[in-house]
């Protein structure tokens, strides 16, 4: 059974980082791409990043220039990191994990979620 659990998230003002991590377990993590989705309030789960087996990663327009995705595989854990926060930022993360030989369509496995709040 898989198992993806997320943490770091919290409040922050705006203009400040967070790290989200996301740890994986049960027959999953290297050959599987992993990701990042969020929803905010009144808002439909969006896309932010993926990154892939071979670490290729690619991103949302809207947060490319600001999160950074990466995995430590030996860790079975994958990161989000946050810089230049904004309020419109506020949401819940969600970790996400794809079969192998599956990167598109929706994820196989989400996580329980972690808040982020960011205060103006």
């Known amino acids: 059974q898989v198992q993806l659990v997320e943490s770091g998230g919290g409040l922050v003002q705006a203009g400040g980082s967070l790290r989200l991590s996301c740890a994986a377990s049960?027959?999953?993590?290297?050959?599987?791409?992993m990701g990042w989705y969020r929803q905010g309030p009144g808002s439909q789960r969006e896309f932010l990043a993926q990154?892939?087996?071979?670490?290729?990663?690619n991103y949302a327009d809207s947060v490319k220039r600001r999160f950074t995705i990466s995995r430590d595989n030996a860790q079975n854990t994958v990161y989000l990191q946050l810089n230049s926060l904004k309020p419109e930022d506020t949401a819940v993360y969600y970790c996400a994990a794809w079969r192998v030989g599956l990167a598109y369509g929706p994820p196989s496995w989400w996580g329980q979620g972690t808040q982020v709040t960011v205060s103006s």
């Open positions: 990154i892939l087996s071979n670490a290729a990663a």
């Open positions: 049960g027959s999953i993590f290297s050959a599987n791409a």
